[in-house]
């Protein structure tokens, strides 16, 4: 083979190619095995191949020009018709697919934005320095979007139940505020937000409300349907304004698929965009993207209608035995526990006693693959049609990572004793040391951007790290690598 870096001269055959990126597959993480979290959604081979060919049949097509392709309008219009059905909309709930929760918040952040400037004097605080209210535990694409779109969040801590402390989110209104945001559930504990409360807030304050169903919105009705206690959270409750949810998520559509839904067209017209005076002809777009893919919209009409309510209630049903299970399991095992009371098919888990990194370390040891969370320090669980039978496994695998974290090794004290450490240094050396230093554990221990192998000593010297700042460079640095171009291969 020729080098990897440079298109290479002559053409090569398909087999060829498809061996190389089968080959580089080999080292992915195996999702199939229902070890992997949060990651990839699956629902099974039928599911995978009715998007696989609903993704191909499409793969084309463009989104961006809705005229050239009733095929797409047909899809995403009925997309948004049905999630907006199943999320406790009426008639006048109108909205687009994009390309992600992701995406979607962009979107809503956007929308509230060009809102407040289109009710509000421009030397209005609304329009001046606009705010977004929401708890600490929303995701961070409303940071990214307040980021891009030059507002600012202000991040309400948690009650002490890990939800939005709806007193502290009624404190945290001001004049400048244009929006304020609830989860259901927030990805970090997998807790619901008390989203009726807050709406009403938002209400009475006049400002909008978003809803960030981004990971519930295609389980939580289903779960509610169940018979499961499932606290009001859609545009059923009044003074919610708009409300994201991921259709690569639990609806278990191909990547790439998301609904963003407004209460009514007046609100979803701040989301558009149009521009008259282009020689290429007028430009309109309803979301961030220009080429949208076809693919993206077509599959995910498509898995919706394979399920059909039966296929998610019945996903539901099993998945939630799992998540109960797993709770119940967790709840006889010592030092470890399950955050908050989560009414879904996400949690986390935490210890008061262990370094619940060292556990998570233990458990990747044994295949599953667990994301690490800070304040507090747990593991993220997000259960899904892949980890349904999964349970005992699971509980066998985490008392047998208790029980080797609790005994002293000579791991376990050379991993603290880095640690602390590295602490220590933290203390004595000066902030760009750190950098450099933190970087090379770093390194050291998440070789090259792949999945580390052992990384509770890791988290322990970021956490002990005294300036955020600084770490956000090590991890912006950290973020660069991965994409880094191989120039050095070049002759
Ligand atoms: C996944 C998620 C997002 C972001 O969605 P992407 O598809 O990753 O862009 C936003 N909010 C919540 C609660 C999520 O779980």
């Known amino acids: ?20 990126m089968r080959a580089a597959k080999t080292d992915d ?50 997309v948004v018709s049905i999630s907006a059905n199943l999320l406790g909309g009426d008639d006048a709930v109108v909205g687009n697919m994009t390309s992600g929760g992701t995406e979607s918040i962009l979107m809503a952040v956007y929308t509230a934005r060009e809102w407040a400037r289109a009710h509000f004097p421009a030397d209005h605080p609304k329009c ?15 940071e990214k979007a307040a980021h891009y779109f030059g507002l600012q969040v202000v991040h309400v801590p948690l009650a002490a139940d890990y939800r939005a402390d709806v007193a502290q989110m009624r404190a945290a209104v001001t004049p400048a505020t244009v929006l304020m945001v609830g989860s259901a559930p927030a990805y970090p504990h997998g807790l619901i937000d008390p989203i009726r409360p807050l709406a009403q807030i938002a209400a009475e304050a006049g400002i909008l409300f978003h809803v960030d169903a981004c990971v519930g919105g295609f389980l939580l009705p289903f779960v509610r349907r169940l018979g499961y206690e499932i606290p009001d959270f859609d545009f059923a409750v009044p003074g919610v304004t708009s ?3 991921d259709l690569h998520k639990y609806a278990y559509a191909a990547k790439g698929a998301s609904v963003i839904l407004y209460r009514n067209k007046e609100l979803r017209r701040h989301q558009l965009f149009a521009y008259m005076d282009w020689p290429g002809g007028i430009y309109a777009s309803p979301t961030m993207s220009g080429t949208r893919p076809g693919g993206a919209i077509a599959a995910a009409w498509a898995i919706l209608n394979f399920m059909g309510e039966e296929g998610y209630l019945e996903i ?13 399991g967790i709840a006889e095992l010592k030092d470890i526990y399950v955050i908050g009371r989560p009414q ?63 005994k002293p090794s000579l ?8 640690v602390k450490l590295a602490a220590w240094l933290a203390k004595v050396l000066p902030a760009s040391w750190m950098s450099w230093l933190t970087e090379k554990a770093a390194e050291a221990m998440g070789g090259e951007g792949g999945v580390p192998e052992r990384s509770a000593a890791m988290y322990g010297i970021m956490g002990s790290l005294p300036n955020r700042g600084d770490l956000q460079a090590v991890v912006l640095d950290l973020v660069e ?4 171009v191989e120039n050095e291969k070049r002759p």
Not at 54 to 78: D, I, Q, R, V
Not at 128 to 142: G, N, R, T
Not at 411 to 418: P, Q
């Open 1 to 20: 083979m020729s080098n990897p870096t440079q298109l290479p001269l002559q053409k090569q055959s398909k087999e060829e190619i498809l061996a190389i």
């Open 29 to 78: 993480i195996g999702w199939r095995e229902g070890k992997v979290f949060s990651l990839v959604f699956h629902a099974g081979e039928e599911a995978s191949a009715v998007i696989k060919e609903a993704y191909t049949m499409f793969m084309s097509e463009n989104g961006l020009n809705p005229g050239a392709f009733p095929s797409l309008k047909k899809f995403e219009s009925e």
């Open 128 to 142: 001046v320095a606009p705010e977004i209210v929401a708890p600490l535990s929303v995701h961070p694409a409303f």
């Open 243 to 245: 409300i994201s949810a």
């Open 316 to 328: 539901a049903q099993r998945v939630m035995a799992t998540s109960q299970r797993l709770q119940a």
């Open 344 to 406: 879904a098919t996400i949690f986390a888990l935490a210890s008061d006693t262990l370094n619940i990194f060292e556990v998570g370390d233990e458990m990747q040891a044994r295949g599953w693959h667990l994301d690490r969370q800070q304040f507090p320090n747990s593991l993220h669980v997000t259960l899904n049609q892949a980890h349904i039978d999964k349970g005992e496994q699971f509980l066998h695998d985490l008392a047998q990572a208790l029980a080797l974290v609790k």
């Open 411 to 418: 791991r376990n004290w050379a991993e603290r004793l880095l």
């Open 481 to 484: 690598g991965f994409t880094a």
